[in-house]
């Protein structure tokens, strides 16, 4: 019952979301509870590639009523990302199961406890567009369901509410990057060609494809050091294409780092060894 409901209330969020007058309030059934301190991936981006799935750990405070029971059940409460308002919602992603809250206050009238989730995005399920890469807001919610079943007689009834703007999070497109020199070995002297190239994930084609017009760096580390140095900074080509040349000095790693964006997640690309003779 927990994962249905859960997934059945967000179902509803998303398809009422647009629905909804901009003056409209809150049920008087609806408890009020105050989600605080909110964190999201421990405050990193979430970084999603094509057919991974990503455990997004959250964590927060929850406070409640103290007649308000949430048995994780047919009542629960809990926090989703969405984007990119509540009443013009795109997407949503929410926890599977009820989160785990650990009493810490109590008064005559509330009860406050420290939560944990955790949210599993699948970029197949969860992940559609470009416009699914960049800033989602953080929104708390409660849900309940309710019903009687007999052999003569089924009723249910469900409803949601969800406290917008409560944070933020970053959800990033993964990104690769490769590097290859040759010709090798070469002697001293002579010109490397370093090729390679950057890709990232599209949710949409569920397929990494070349990014190109991307800024990479070409670093350098010597046979026996430990730290790699900037040689030269290139754009990426067509298909993401990555290439420039070196005059050989001494045996070593080549590889090419991107920094990212706003929407694709940094890249590293394996250090690939040339000897110099």
Do not use: H
């Not at 703007?165 to 970053?170: F, I, R």
């Not at 080509?237 to 045996?251: C, F, H, M, P, Q």
């Amino acid at each position: 019952m927990r994962k249905l409901a859960i997934g059945a209330a967000l179902s509803g969020a998303l398809a009422l979301a647009g629905a909804v007058a901009p003056a409209a309030s809150a049920a008087p059934s609806t408890p009020d509870l105050k989600f605080t301190g909110i964190k999201v991936n421990g405050g990193k981006a979430v970084v999603a590639g094509t057919t991974a799935k990503v455990t997004v750990p959250v964590t927060y405070t929850l406070t409640r009523p103290a007649d308000v029971t949430l048995n994780g059940d047919s009542s629960f409460a809990g926090v989703i990302l969405y984007r990119p308002t509540l009443k013009s919602m795109d997407n949503a992603v929410g926890p599977d199961d009820a989160p785990a809250c650990t009493t810490t206050a109590t008064t005559a009238t509330t009860v406050t406890a420290s939560c944990s989730e955790k949210i599993v995005v699948d970029p197949r399920r969860d992940l559609f567009e470009a416009a699914d890469a960049g800033t989602w807001k953080a929104g708390g919610f409660y849900s309940y369901v309710d019903g009687s079943v007999s052999d003569d007689f089924l009723s249910t009834s469900s409803g949601t509410a969800i406290w917008g703007n409560l944070g933020t999070a970053k959800v990033l497109r993964a990104a690769r990057a490769t590097a290859d020199a040759s010709p090798e070995p070469v002697v001293k002297g002579r010109t490397i060609t370093v090729k390679g190239k950057l890709t990232r994930a599209e949710w949409d084609a569920s397929a990494y494809k070349g990014y190109q017009g991307q800024k990479a760096v070409l670093q350098f580390r010597p046979e026996g050091g430990t730290a790699y140095t900037n040689v030269k900074g290139i754009t990426s080509g067509t298909g993401g294409a990555l290439s420039t040349t070196v005059k050989a000095s001494k045996s070593g790693y080549y590889r090419y780092v991107f920094a990212g964006t706003a929407t694709t997640a940094p890249a590293t690309a394996t250090g690939d060894f040339i000897k110099v003779k």
